[in-house]
């Protein structure tokens, strides 16, 4: 999405005034302009696909450039695909004096044998003609004549045997002056607010628009795509578009792209030029533009949608999955490593039914790695397999999605993000814990520094939560688990991260030495940088390790190896993220059970929205427009291992509006999108339409 301007252009002729979108902070650089005034735009300032108010007519007519050298100005239909004007209403209006040239007489009825038990039978009275709004144009779309209805054996015959009179007829009541009446003229209508002030005043926005004929996608792209732009600036300027059923239920820190679920069952995805998972259909730009994507296929209801740093995955209502984007390690699991532009349902699962797709989590990784998890606990796997993180027995890479034999009634897994130093841990449905892949730092806690191609069965039982962190390389790899309060932890320390008391790796699980909480809901954590923050069951948050950028909420910037109990603001939290940055920068985000969002840390591009780009070292309110409660958030991140110098967070409310904040340029939304004199990030959070 872009920033609207409006501003003299003096390279034009006349009395014209340019409106654009701007993408950066120069104005020269735009995306789309468009012109009003009696003269046509200089050529020296017009691009094919651009807009110009002819106002030397009245009404003002809308003209495209089609063709440049000379500058070739093309009329704008405005009749159909959503749009209403005066023209194409006289046209189609059905009024009393077309009524008239119809010679709709009592005579004619007779003719056609419209009787009153016939008309009670259909319905066809005038009430309902005027709710169907039948016009002579649709009439002769259906094609409904006297020979037509000769044809389905209305003749006189029939007629008779049905009693049809003249007193009938006018019992009936169907007259001129009836029609009269029946409000299908062009004052009734502007009571069904379809007028011409209405239409001018963007009433029909670019959410009711849809695309026609070939073209997917619609209204609203940048004049470079090869389809035409069809809505009026002032549609995109108002806000409009879809409205959002649900943010994506997983994504890989550093995905660079974002991905949306439309309340139409659609997915539309936004991303920078070096994204790899927006899809790249031929003939129109990806880069930037909001893009739908398409299915090779016809898939259930989607239920949730997932995005690792390449790749895209769907799960529909019947646990199918359907995948697309970059497939350089097979992650697609279809069997190759051929990148699919259409998302391609997964062959290989379609016999079980997926309940939830695995991908990895906080940390530094740009090789992808992907797990699914089916309704009886099996596990199947895909993707990068440097090390064993997939479990499978061997370091080979997987192309089709396969069976991990060694994980059976799996209640919940997890996958560490650390590219080919990836590690998992899994619960089973009795509490069991089981552990694979990397463990350079003793991070599987089975007492060695050796790495596991294969699941392998930990200590700790009666586990109910996991908790993994990873960086590039395998730095810094770490793990939490806890049974009910009683919280244990292994791997690298050397910020405190453990909780122990200490800074000393651990290759075997050990427990915390202090914690006051309740029951812990989940782990989340920095990685590399050596901080985490839990959630317990009363929605309490609990912190420890790094806290350079005041990252665990505390009220200061000092380090902890032991759990210390958050200060809250009044409310609790019902979902935490915490986002990394570069060297002791990390941030955290929850959404509070009030509605309201609440973050920390570091915030060098204003995501977390107050205004500015200083840090905070407690919980605070983030400043956002409307007072709709918030429903989901997620962050997003477009260079991996930038974190929150470069992390973007998006924020759904409970009326499907999307909004965001930080550097959502990063993720393929125009930097200057609300206003030329905002620096690197947005500072509050802005609304992103999704068109």
Not at 166 to 180: F, P, R, S
Not at 288 to 293: I, K, P
Not at 436 to 459: C, E, F, I, K
């Amino acid at each position: 999405m872009a920033q609207t301007f409006t501003a003299t252009d003096t390279g034009a002729a006349g009395d014209t005034v340019k409106t654009g979108i701007v993408n950066n902070d120069a104005k020269a650089s735009t995306l789309q302009s468009n012109w009003s005034g009696a003269t046509a735009p200089s050529d020296t300032v017009t691009v094919i696909g651009q807009f110009w108010v002819d106002t030397s007519t009245s009404p003002p007519v809308i003209k495209t450039l089609e063709s440049k050298s000379p500058d070739v100005w093309k009329v704008v239909p405005t009749q159909g695909d959503g749009q209403v004007n005066a023209a194409t209403l006289e046209a189609d209006a059905v009024e009393t004096a077309k009524i008239l040239d119809l010679n709709v007489t009592t005579a004619k009825l007779a003719l056609l044998a419209v009787d009153t038990a016939q008309l009670a039978a259909d319905a066809v009275e005038t009430a309902k003609i005027a709710d169907l709004n039948v016009t002579t144009g649709k009439l002769a779309l259906l094609a409904v004549d006297t020979a037509q209805l000769a044809a389905s054996a209305v003749e006189a015959a029939k007629i008779a045997s049905n009693a049809v009179t003249t007193d009938k007829i006018n019992a009936a009541a169907v007259t001129e002056a009836k029609l009269g009446t029946a409000s299908v003229t062009v004052n009734k209508l502007g009571t069904d607010a379809i007028e011409t002030a209405k239409v001018k005043d963007n009433q029909i926005t670019a959410a009711k628009l849809k695309a026609t004929g070939s073209d997917p996608f619609v209204y609203g792209k940048r004049s470079t795509d090869s389809v035409p732009t069809e809505v009026p600036l002032t549609a995109i300027q108002g806000g409009a578009g879809r409205i959002i059923a649900a943010l994506p239920t997983k994504m890989s820190l550093g995905c660079q792209a974002m991905a949306v679920l439309t309340n139409d069952n659609e997915i539309w995805m936004i991303g920078g030029t070096t994204s790899f998972a927006v899809p790249k259909y031929t003939g129109r730009s990806y880069a930037y533009n909001w893009t739908q994507v398409l299915f090779n296929g016809t898939p259930g209801t989607i239920v949730d949608i997932y995005l690792t740093h390449r790749s895209g995955f769907a799960v529909d209502d019947a646990g199918d999955v359907w995948s697309w984007g970059d497939n350089t390690y097979g992650q697609l699991g279809h069997g190759n490593t051929t990148r699919r532009e259409f998302a391609t349902q997964i062959s290989a699962l379609s016999s079980v039914n997926i309940a939830d797709v695995i991908v990895p989590e906080a940390g530094y990784g740009t090789e992808d790695s992907v797990m699914f998890l089916t309704d009886t606990g099996a596990v199947y796997a895909s993707g990068s397999n440097a090390l064993g993180q997939l479990g499978v027995g061997s370091t080979t890479q997987q192309d089709t999605a396969v069976l991990v034999s060694g994980l059976t009634s799996i209640a919940s897994l997890k996958l560490s993000n650390s590219g080919a130093y990836a590690h998992g841990l899994a619960i089973d449905t009795s509490g069991n814990l089981e552990g694979w892949g990397y463990n350079g730092h003793g991070q599987l806690g089975d007492g060695t520094t050796t790495q596991r191609t294969s699941p392998v069965t930990l200590t700790p039982t009666s586990v109910d939560a996991i908790g993994v962190g990873s960086f590039n390389g395998g730095t810094g790899s770490h793990s939490y688990v806890a049974d009910g309060t009683s919280i244990k932890a292994c791997g690298y320390n050397v910020h405190g991260q453990l909780a122990i008391n200490n800074t000393t790796q651990q290759t075997s699980w050990t427990a915390s030495t202090v914690y006051a909480g309740a029951a812990v809901a989940e782990f989340q954590t920095l990685g590399a940088y050596g901080a985490c923050i839990l959630r317990d069951t009363s929605g309490n948050l609990y912190s420890v390790g790094r806290n350079g950028s005041g990252q665990l909420g505390l009220g200061d910037t000092s380090n902890r190896d032991e759990w210390a109990a958050v200060t809250m603001p009044s409310t609790t939290a019902t979902k935490h993220r915490m986002f990394a940055g570069n060297g002791d920068s990390g941030a955290c985000v929850f959404l509070g059970a009030d509605g309201e969002l609440y973050g920390t840390g570091a915030n060098s591009t204003g995501i977390l929205c107050q205004g500015n780009t200083s840090n905070l070292s407690s919980f605070t309110a983030l400043k956002r427009p409307g007072s709709v409660a918030v429903s989901d958030f997620v962050i997003a991140e477009s260079d991996i291992g930038l974190g929150s110098n470069q992390a973007a967070m998006f924020m759904l409310d409970a009326d499907g509006k999307l909004f965001a904040s930080g550097n959502i340029a990063s993720v393929g939304i125009g930097n200057q999108m609300y206003g030329e004199d905002t620096p690197s990030g947005h500072q509050v959070m802005v609304r992103v339409p999704v068109l």
